[in-house]
């Protein structure tokens, strides 16, 4: 059961350390563990490895902001976008800008696209941005803060990107094409190859929203014997926000924006200087934010150096393999199936039995303590694969066998609502 908040004000007096411990402990006992719970709606389980390192480095390192690094930090910051850059394959002349999140990753590559056709004198009418209706709503967002208009274009096959589609509704004030590597809605990979010929076409920057697969994908790609393809190889490709919060399991807060050329930088840099305005020293920012938590670079450094390529590739094969376990169990039970392929690490199914609806399956799952990410368009579960031992998949499938034994045979079980997703 999930504690009421106690405090309503500051303590009159502290506490002493084993009320803080106790208490905490008390509010994370009230969730999943982490790095044993079962199968996520939301984010993978971390592996013990990347938990332990990142916790470590944290701890020392708690206190520290990534503003003003001290030098330590700056090394630090060197190093990781040295991996990110690697792991993305951005050009040499290309830059890596570190962020807070996927969120601030697109707002800088809507901005910069907005920034640079301006520049360009590339706008004379009201700007818009072409994306496929399965892109994630910080697109939205960004549009919203930076006054550019979205075209959501319905998806193709499988939930991709449909490139003629999309190409229909280009004109002379669109400034930015997005394709999702994987879309976050179906977990299916959205055709960057043909998008990035477009782009190209009409001179558009063209950003890929790989803040889900970014990390995960070159190592699926290596278990899967496939040559290992980087974002970057497709010219025609400006940005590609990459989050290493995510299938790269750092610990919360930290996201990539990397650009195919270091001039771009600017567009998402904000400088001001003495004579201008401000009296005391000269600013300069790359990114929206500014303080940053040295605790966050810390751990992410920490979690990839202590994973390293193999352990990225031990991750991938047991999310394959977890895949394959699940997909096959699925298929067994009567009117189940993925409603698209298992592609980057989210697997997303359905009942297409109408006296199984998924709403109610969702329902007995979640009251068995199961994960169930209702969606709709169509109506489906959607959760995210973990590097988790065979069993927790064996029994997942079991668990979703029992609650369409129970919605078939039970007298009356409701749909599951479809609460906001994010608070
Ligand atoms: C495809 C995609 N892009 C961007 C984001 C936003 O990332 P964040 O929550 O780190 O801001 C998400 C979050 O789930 C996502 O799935």
């Given at each position: 059961?999930?504690?009421?908040?106690?405090?309503?004000?500051?303590?009159?007096?502290?506490?002493?350390?084993?009320?803080?411990?106790?208490?905490?402990?008390?509010?994370?006992?009230?969730?999943?563990?982490?790095?044993?719970?079962?199968?996520?709606?939301?984010?993978?389980?971390?592996?013990?490895?990347?938990?332990?390192?990142?916790?470590?480095?944290?701890?020392?390192?708690?206190?520290?902001?990534?503003?003003?690094?001290?030098?330590?930090?700056?090394?630090?910051?060197?190093?990781?976008?040295?991996?990110?850059?690697?792991?993305?394959?951005?050009?040499?002349?290309?830059?890596?800008?570190?962020?807070?999140?996927?969120?601030?990753?697109?707002?800088?590559?809507?901005?910069?696209?907005?920034f640079k056709a301006r520049e360009n004198g590339g706008v004379t009418g009201q700007p818009n941005m072409v994306i496929p209706e399965t892109a994630h709503p910080s697109f939205d967002k960004a549009s919203e803060e930076l006054g550019i208009d979205v075209r959501r274009i319905p998806v193709g096959k499988e939930f991709r990107a449909d490139p003629e589609a999309m190409a229909n509704q280009i004109d002379e004030n669109t400034v930015l094409l997005v394709a999702s590597t994987p879309n976050y809605t179906h977990g299916t990979l959205d055709p960057v190859e043909d998008l990035a010929a477009l782009a190209q076409t009409h001179d558009l920057w063209f950003h890929i929203d790989a803040c889900v697969g970014g990390c995960l994908l070159p190592a699926l790609k290596r278990v899967a014997g496939e040559s290992s393809t980087t974002p970057f190889d497709y010219p025609g490709v400006t940005s590609v926000s990459a989050d290493l919060h995510k299938f790269g399991f750092t610990p919360t807060g930290i996201s990539t924006l990397s650009v195919?050329?270091?001039?771009?930088?600017?567009?998402?840099?904000?400088?001001i200087d003495v004579a201008s305005s401000w009296p005391f020293r000269p600013y300069r920012r790359t990114g929206f934010t500014g303080?940053?938590?040295?605790?966050?670079?810390?751990?992410?450094?920490?979690?990839?150096?202590?994973?390293?390529?193999?352990?990225?590739?031990?991750?991938?094969?047991?999310?394959?393999?977890?895949?394959?376990?699940?997909?096959?169990?699925?298929?067994?039970?009567?009117?189940?199936?993925?409603?698209?392929?298992?592609?980057?690490?989210?697997?997303?199914?359905?009942?297409?039995?109408?006296?199984?609806?998924?709403?109610?399956?969702?329902?007995?799952?979640?009251r068995n303590g199961w994960p169930a990410m209702l969606a709709v368009s169509p109506p489906r579960l959607q959760f995210l694969l973990s590097p988790l031992p065979p069993h927790y998949y064996e029994q997942f499938v079991e668990a979703i066998r029992v609650a369409a034994n129970e919605v078939r045979t039970g007298v009356a079980i409701d749909g599951a609502e479809l609460t906001t997703y994010g608070a």
């Open positions: 059961m999930t504690p009421e908040p106690s405090l309503t004000g500051m303590p009159a007096s502290g506490w002493r350390q084993y009320e803080i411990e106790q208490r905490l402990h008390e509010l994370l006992a009230s969730d999943p563990p982490l790095h044993t719970g079962w199968p996520d709606t939301l984010w993978p389980v971390l592996p013990d490895k990347a938990l332990s390192a990142s916790r470590a480095a944290m701890s020392q390192f708690a206190h520290l902001n990534g503003f003003v690094k001290p030098s330590g930090l700056d090394v630090i910051e060197a190093e990781l976008l040295a991996m990110v850059r690697d792991h993305l394959g951005v050009p040499e002349d290309g830059a890596t800008t570190l962020t807070v999140g996927g969120t601030e990753s697109n707002f800088l590559a809507v901005k910069g696209a907005l195919n050329s270091s001039e771009l930088i600017r567009h998402h840099s904000f400088s303080s940053r938590s040295g605790a966050v670079l810390a751990g992410a450094w920490a979690t990839l150096v202590a994973l390293g390529q193999d352990g990225y590739e031990q991750i991938a094969q047991e999310i394959v393999s977890g895949a394959d376990i699940f997909a096959k169990g699925l298929s067994t039970i009567d009117g189940f199936e993925l409603v698209a392929p298992h592609e980057s690490g989210i697997i997303v199914f359905t009942s297409t039995d109408p006296q199984c609806q998924i709403e109610r399956v969702a329902n007995v799952l979640e």
